[in-house]
């Protein structure tokens, strides 16, 4: 009785820690999806947890010109609303950047050449004068308004109908499709050979392969890239092709992908290798026939985890593509939307999800392989 009840506290403290981590996991993505679908007005103003509530913005209009003056009792007049089509209420406005709360709703400001200005809290706003007002710009209204949840697909809008966005997707498939099977492929031979044949320096090798799981990939770029220029020189490859980028990522890729299949293979039933071979079967025959349909859980792993590295990398995309319209990633062609210095930081959002659908896809599609393989090999 009393193991049982120690069994039921353990599973009830792992349960609340699984649901802990996986709230903590949701928050952030639920806020950036959030974010992703609000007004940027209000995105630049507050936070995404107040999506729901009023919130107060410090905006300016600039009224309709001069040229659309009227003359009503004596006075030169031109009306209009500051809030346009949006809803809110106005609280308080000014006429210049340095005062933009000095009145409040409904009052009425004296401006230069004895011009008035009155705003009303649903954004009406009238400026009048006794004499004729001149100029071909209209005043600037500053105001501050409560202003309700709104929500939109504009950010969306503006992402998928950015120039040159279906040909940076296109890019980054060509990127990645390549750059996922081919370390497959070389691994799967190479973690065949280190787990089942027997050769001089096979553990030297392992250890090598282990120890390259912890080599920064920011220390091996610039000289991968320079020993690709030298090679591709020799052979007439021209630089900044997709031929350097799918090497460089299958560089990067192989020594994961070699340590989690050679755990796996070196996990399998070792009566079916040896009774292949008694019955004359070759290694390669042994690894196709064999290895390959048993190991699939641990390709779908390695698979996963090198298509989402390589359909969301930047860096390597740099250094080996560079900027070139024709060959720009989708996560290039995404900062190029944001402008030089950021100024269009709301579609981030937008953004994020949009990348994220072929990923998604991705691992849903073989999320049932993913912990068979990562555990393969952990226990016997």
Not at 25 to 38: C, D, E, K, Q, Y
Not at 123 to 134: C, L, R
Not at 170 to 184: E, H
Not at 282 to 295: A, E, G, N, T, V
Request: aromatic residues 10%.
């Amino acid at each position: 009785m009393v193991i049982s009840k120690k069994g039921s506290a353990l599973t009830a403290v792992v349960h609340l820690t699984v649901l802990f981590l996986v709230v903590m996991w949701t928050i952030p993505t639920a806020g950036l999806f959030i974010s992703s679908i609000r007004d940027k007005d209000q995105l630049s103003t507050s936070g995404w947890w107040t999506a729901l509530s009023t919130s107060e913005q410090r905006l300016v209009e600039r009224a309709a010109s001069p040229e659309s003056q009227t003359q009503e009792n004596g006075l030169w007049v031109i009306r209009g609303n500051v809030l346009g089509d949006s809803e809110g209420e106005v609280t308080r406005f000014g006429s210049s950047s340095l005062k933009p709360e000095d009145f409040a709703a409904g009052e009425t400001a004296e401006l230069r050449r004895g011009i008035r200005l009155q705003v009303m809290a649903n954004g009406d706003y009238e400026i009048s004068s006794e004499t004729e007002m001149q100029g071909r710009r209209g005043q600037r209204i500053f105001y501050t308004a409560e202003v309700p949840p709104r929500f939109t697909l504009d950010n969306y809008r503006e992402v998928l109908g950015a120039e040159g966005l279906g040909k940076s997707f296109i890019n980054s498939l060509t990127v990645t499709i390549p750059a996922t099977i081919i370390p497959i492929l070389i691994a799967a031979f190479a973690a065949y050979a280190l787990a089942w044949m027997k050769f001089p320096g096979r553990g030297l090798l392992i250890a090598a392969v282990v120890g390259l799981l912890v080599v920064p990939l920011q220390m091996s770029l610039i000289p991968l890239l320079k020993s690709y220029n030298v090679i591709g020189e020799f052979f007439g490859v021209g630089a900044k092709t997709y031929v350097g980028i799918w090497l460089a990522h299958t560089g990067f890729g192989l020594p994961l992908a070699i340590y989690l299949l050679r755990n796996y293979i070196a996990g399998l039933p070792g009566e079916i290798i040896e009774s292949a071979r008694v019955d004359g079967a070759s290694d390669f025959d042994i690894f196709r026939k064999i290895i390959l349909p048993l190991s699939f859980p641990a390709l779908a792993s390695f698979a996963i985890f090198q298509f989402l590295w390589v359909w969301n990398d930047l860096l390597i995309a740099m250094v080996f593509l560079g900027n070139n319209e024709d060959q720009l990633v989708m996560t290039g062609q995404l900062r190029e939307l944001l402008g030089s210095r950021g100024g269009n930081w709301e579609i981030l959002t937008a953004s994020a999800f949009i990348t994220i659908i072929i990923p998604l896809c991705v691992f849903f599609g073989l999320q049932r392989y993913l912990v068979r393989g990562l555990l393969a090999g952990s226990v016997k």
